[in-house]
Each structure stands twice: as C-alpha cells, then as structure tokens.
C-alpha cells in the first residue's frame, strides 16, 4: 500500500509506516463511503417529471444528523489516529537511547554542518571536528543529534530515516536514529528558508562501523592538526 514512499533504513521507520498505514486506511474507508452516499443521493434526489426543488432549513434533528453523525465518527478516528500514533511519537521524541555517537547538526544558508563529538564523548570540546554537507554515521547504532539553526528556520529531512525536524533559531532540540543498511542517502531542507532553498542538500553516509571509527579517527587526527 506505500510501495511509493521511500527506502525504510531507520529502526523505528516501520513503526512510523504503520500509523501511515492505518490513516490510510481510514481515508480509504471514508472516501468509499463518502461517494456512496453521493452517488445514492444524486439517484435519488435526481430531477423528476412534476417535482421542483425546494429549500428546507436544517432545523430537524434528521437533517442535523448529516452534521452530527459523521463528525462523531470524524472524532472516533481521530481518537483511534492518536492511540495508534502516541507510543510510536513517544519512542521517536521522549525515550532517547543512550547514544553510541553524539552529532550537532546546524542548518544555516545554505549548506548543513556536522559537528562530531570526539573520543570524549561529548560536543563543545578540544577534540570535535566537523564536515560539511556530508553526515557519516555506523551502521546500527544509535546517533544522537542536536538540531540547531544559525540563522532562520530550516527543516532537518532525511527520508529514509523517516525524520524530519524544524531547526529553530535560539533552540538546541535533541533527537537520535539509528541506520540499518548502508549506502547513500539524500538529505533536504524541507522548510523554505531562503532564495537557494532547494541548493541546501546533503548526503547521509551510513557505514559499517569499523569503517567509520577509521574515518572519525582520521577527522580528529586533521582538524586538531
């Protein structure tokens, strides 16, 4: 049913599929019964030889029920979208895993920047380095990121990882994913954010880890240089 949406490599992408599964499926059911109705009406209420049409105020709990009765069953889905949707948000936003590797990513016109913890573990210190446009993280492990703008607003979109944040100028907002399939992924802005909007793309690289401890090794050892 979602064969058109992009490849899934996150850990919790087929969780976030699922709950796209199940609003589709409601929209489904509610477009089928929609132009049932319709359909029924219009062969019913169809013009006849001897009848005129006529106004008729909707002051009758039958005529309200065409309001009431549908936005009733608009709420029960509703209720049912978020019961279904609540763990998944709760997973992806609230209950962050302890992280093997800890990134601040900083949106800014328009190029994305990666700034990596190094051996300490933690950002802001002697040992960070950085890359540009091109964000490299191990496979199957859990990468926490700090999401941050440097000037307006942009949006942190990497559809395979199904992620998408606003950065928000003057906000430090937390998130993690963890990669389960190497190759090369696009990243996006997805908020307008300027003239060169759609110029502002980056590349995710996912990579066995061993490869990538070499590479981070490798970046720490130029940029303390």
């Known amino acids: 049913m979602l064969d058109f949406l992009p490849e899934n490599i996150s850990s919790f992408g087929g969780e976030i599929d699922g709950v796209i599964t199940y609003i589709w499926r409601i929209i489904l059911a509610w477009l089928v019964a929609t132009e049932a109705v319709l359909v029924y009406l219009l062969v019913r209420y169809r013009r006849r030889e001897g009848r005129r049409a006529a106004w008729l105020p909707a002051t009758t709990w039958r005529a309200k029920a065409w309001i009431l009765v549908p936005a009733v069953f608009v709420t029960i889905c509703d209720i049912g979208i978020e019961a279904r949707s609540a763990p998944v948000w709760d997973e992806v936003k609230l209950e962050l895993p302890e992280p093997d590797l800890l990134i601040r990513v900083t949106g800014r016109q328009f190029v994305w920047t990666f700034t990596y913890a190094g051996p300490d573990g933690e950002l802001d210190t002697a040992d960070d380095f950085e890359a540009i446009t091109d964000l490299y993280v191990p496979r199957d492990r859990v990468v926490r990121f700090q999401l941050e703008s440097a000037d307006v607003l942009h949006s942190f979109w990497v559809p395979v990882l199904r992620l998408k944040q606003d950065a928000v100028p003057g906000r430090s907002i937390p998130g993690w994913f963890e990669a389960t399939a190497d190759g090369r992924y696009e990243i996006a802005c997805a908020e307008l954010c300027g003239a060169s909007h ?15 401890d070499a590479w981070s090794s490798t970046m720490a050892e130029q940029q303390s240089l």
């Open 198 to 212: 759609t110029a502002m793309r980056g590349r995710l690289t996912v990579q066995p880890p061993e490869i990538f």
